[in-house]
């Protein structure tokens, strides 16, 4: 049977994409941290089609179908159809799993969506091996943000851009380029996820993107995550630690402050990511280490630190966050090597 496994790593935007416009595409240039211990690992197969239905497949989820996915699923194959036309010559059988408990907060469309555009991608690959690398990542890339905008920067590590921006030759709206050209500071950098709040979120992404087309600060933002971009891509080449602090935080907060001045209105933190966050900045100013927080669009918070602070932010985290995250639960990750291919399921 033919058959592909990809295991692909979720991400953090640093710089963030919030605002879209045409077929996904972003109304600004982001940059991400590319993660490690937060995967999905996919497999698709490829069977005879039985039936006349346009998309055939199946979809298994940690070990059980999951009919409630495959809507969203059949939306995806539509959108990639043009790239991927075997399709729908095939019945796919699709399972899938996540490092993280599904239940945890953390958003799994990056690397659920990166996972199965990596495992198409391999498919076409061994149906027509005309494909080069730099073409595969392309197209990847190109089809994970069909799927989930923030997906198509999973596909790259330690660091991708996605967006088109004078800053960065060839980078692009369509997909996403990797970035590397990094101090070594950064290589691994640390990011432990704090889960300050597990339910499902109350406003979607997509509805919080469409909501910036009439938010009143929208043309500012865009402007403002340009220069950030730029500033950021400096501290990151340099290693300049206070840059990256005052840029990374400054861009999670912005993107809150878009979402209490959309219209209507709403808050994704919770009292327990504010929490965090002022305990963080006092022990920063106790401490003088750098650690510093981003947020994703949900209570979560992502505390960002160097390997070579890590014992004395770890100790921190154990002794005083760990009691405003649900159940004492947080997760270490770190910057990783991107997705990997597998040769089997397990
Ligand atoms: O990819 P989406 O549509 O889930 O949007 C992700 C938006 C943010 O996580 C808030 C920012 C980003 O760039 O990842």
Redesign the pocket.
């Known amino acids: 049977m033919i058959q592909s496994t990809w295991k692909c790593p979720s991400?953090?935007?640093l710089?963030?994409?919030?605002g879209?416009q045409g077929k996904?595409l972003p109304a600004n240039p982001?940059l991400?941290f590319t993660l490690s211990n937060c995967f999905t690992k996919t497999q698709i197969g490829l069977l005879p089609k039985k039936s006349n239905d346009l998309y055939e497949f199946s979809f298994f989820f940690e070990g059980n179908r999951k009919k409630e996915f495959e809507p969203k699923l059949s939306s995806f194959f539509e959108k990639i159809n043009y790239l991927f036309p075997f399709i729908n010559e095939y019945s796919l059988e699709i399972k899938s799993e996540n490092s993280f408990p599904h239940s945890s907060g953390i958003?799994s469309?990056?690397s659920a969506f990166g996972a199965l555009a990596l495992c198409l991608c391999s498919i076409e690959k061994q149906l027509d091996n005309t494909i080069n690398d730099n073409e595969f990542f392309i197209k990847t890339s190109t089809a994970a943000r069909l799927g989930?905008?923030?997906?198509c920067?999973s596909v790259y590590a330690p660091m991708a851009i996605?967006g088109k921006t004078k800053i960065i030759e060839n980078s692009s709206d369509e997909y996403a380029v990797k970035f590397e050209n990094i101090h070594p500071i950064f290589q691994n950098y640390c990011d432990t996820i704090l889960i300050a709040d597990d339910n499902a979120k109350e406003v979607s992404?997509?509805v919080?993107?469409s909501l910036l087309n009439s938010n009143p600060f929208s043309k500012i933002r865009f402007n403002e995550a340009n220069k950030n971009l730029k500033f950021l891509i400096q501290a990151l080449k340099k290693g300049d630690l206070e840059l990256f602090n005052n840029i990374t935080e400054s861009e999670a907060l912005m993107?809150h402050a878009l979402m209490m001045t959309s219209n209507p209105y709403f808050i994704l933190m919770k009292p327990n990511t504010l929490n965090i966050i002022n305990e963080v900045w006092n022990f920063r100013k106790l401490s003088k280490l750098n650690l510093t927080i981003t947020?994703?669009?949900g209570a979560n918070v992502h505390l960002l630190f160097p390997d070579f602070e890590k014992t004395k932010v770890r100790e921190f985290i154990n002794n005083e966050l760990s009691k405003y995250c649900i159940k004492n639960y947080f997760i270490n990750d770190f910057v990783g090597n991107g997705p990997e291919k597998l040769n089997n399921f397990i």
């Open positions: 991400n953090i935007a710089i963030k994409y919030w879209k996904q982001s991400s958003a469309s990056a989930s905008g923030s997906a920067r996605w992404s997509s919080g993107h993107l947020l994703d669009a």
